[in-house]
């Protein structure tokens, strides 16, 4: 079942890089890293006929979700000097540099034309963190395969900088992922912060690709959270949902983290 599950992977994913060399190395570089994981430390479930990490059911998954510069990082760097706590934060050194190309930086320039090759590479990114083995009783993951999908490639569609056959192949992908393999969150952490104060905050830590990011790309990411985790009506929203206001200054938001430590460490 193992073997198999992951060899239908592989004929859901390589059709889309016959044509784009820069996503085959992409997926070259990690499907054996991504194999090794499902086949050695993963069971099939019968009863539900998915991949189950060994174990899972005596560790929790938080996924820490938000708005880019709502906070992120410092609620990660906070909760990280928590003992038994394992924190995963978004692995953007990966989509900034793969052998040399920068996707992520090529993705704000061009979005039409890089929009898949980017989304395509972070759902087998997020993926690979979900299925990784846990090595502590908590893990909090900075976003998750689901926001992935539901936030940041629904935008590039809903915008019309994704073409209707990328949105098919990558919503297909998303899919069959989570059909075939288990990927359970306990808890949802969303950190609720106004458009406004993002676009301040991204103006004071000048990263280089998101120089380029308006106020109205901000906030078209931010409806599309509310949506999901505040009304609800876009997608399935797959764990409760923990809101936290973070419009605050940094000494507000550490007392925030501390106030619901228990809500988080205690979800399960």
Sequence with gaps: MIVNSFKGLCRVVLPLYSHK???????VRHRAALGKHLL???RSSTSHGKLVRNGEG?????CLEGNIASGKTTCLEYFSKTSDI???TEPVSKW???QGCNPLGLMYQDPTRWGLTLQTYVQLTMLDQHVSPMT????????SIYSAKYIFVENL?????????DFAVLSEWFEWIIKNISLPVDLIVYLQTSPQTCHERLKQRCREEEKVIPLEYLESIHNLYEDWLIHQKSFHVPAPVLVIPADHDLKKMLHQFEE?????????
């Design 260 to 268: 619901n430590r228990e809500k988080i460490l205690m979800a399960r």
């Design 96 to 98: 900034r540099n793969v």
């Design 157 to 165: 569609y809903k915008s019309g900088k994704m073409p209707e056959v």
């Design 21 to 27: 060399s820069l996503s085959t190395n992409i997926l």
């Design 136 to 143: 502590a009783p908590i893990r909090m993951m900075e976003r």
């Design 86 to 88: 394992e924190v995963l």
């Design 40 to 42: 050695g430390h993963w």
């Design 58 to 62: 005596k560790k929790s998954v938080i």
